[in-house]
């Protein structure tokens, strides 16, 4: 399990959280973008290395579609962790649990704030490409054991 350098958005509200969370999305992906114009958002983690050792790249752009299915409680519940995810994404070197099912193959990474609260990353593959596709905090032992 990685342990996260970084704190989570500790705004107060909801709309507080969501605003603050999507600008820091807006500045990691503008980060990118603005040396790579036209590609999409991307992040380059060392949990998911090739067969030479080179670092593969996680897209983060299918985030913000996801999250517009949620509620807004919900979605500030998970945004709070961005920078959390983030650096988790950029920094862990953690091996990936792999679940496979009808929808493709996905991987689990999990974390933890510097304040102890346990979280899952969920990059999920397809067509030989990662991107994630979601993050929670783990509210139970049983979502956190999900893939031990």
């Given at each position: 399990?990685?342990?996260?350098?970084?704190?989570?958005?500790?705004?107060?509200?909801?709309?507080?959280?969501?605003?603050?969370?999507?600008?820091?999305?807006?500045?990691?992906?503008?980060?990118?973008?603005?040396?790579?114009?036209?590609?999409?958002?991307?992040?380059?983690?060392?949990?998911?290395?090739?067969?030479?050792?080179?670092?593969?790249?996680?897209?983060?752009?299918?985030?913000?579609?996801?999250?517009?299915?949620?509620?807004?409680?919900?979605?500030?519940?998970?945004?709070?962790l961005l920078p959390c995810v983030?650096?988790?994404?950029?920094?862990?070197?953690?091996?990936?649990?792999?679940?496979?099912?009808?929808?493709?193959?996905s991987y689990v990474l999990k974390?933890?704030?510097?304040?102890?609260?346990?979280?899952?990353?969920?990059?999920?593959?397809?067509?030989?490409?990662?991107?994630?596709?979601?993050?929670?905090?783990?509210?139970?032992?049983?979502?956190?054991?999900?893939?031990?």
């Open positions: 399990m990685f342990l996260s350098t970084e704190s989570p958005i500790e705004s107060k509200g909801k709309k507080a959280i969501n605003r603050d969370g999507w600008a820091f999305y807006d500045q990691w992906c503008a980060k990118y973008v603005g040396r790579h114009e036209g590609k999409r958002p991307r992040v380059s983690t060392r949990a998911f290395k090739d067969d030479q050792g080179i670092c593969r790249t996680v897209f983060i752009d299918l985030i913000r579609i996801h999250f517009k299915t949620k509620n807004p409680g919900d979605t500030a519940r998970r945004l709070r983030k650096d988790l994404l950029e920094n862990s070197e953690d091996t990936p649990i792999a679940i496979e099912d009808k929808s493709g193959k974390g933890m704030t510097p304040g102890k609260e346990k979280f899952i990353v969920v990059i999920q593959e397809k067509k030989d490409r990662l991107a994630l596709l979601t993050f929670y905090p783990a509210t139970n032992k049983k979502t956190f054991a999900l893939s031990d």
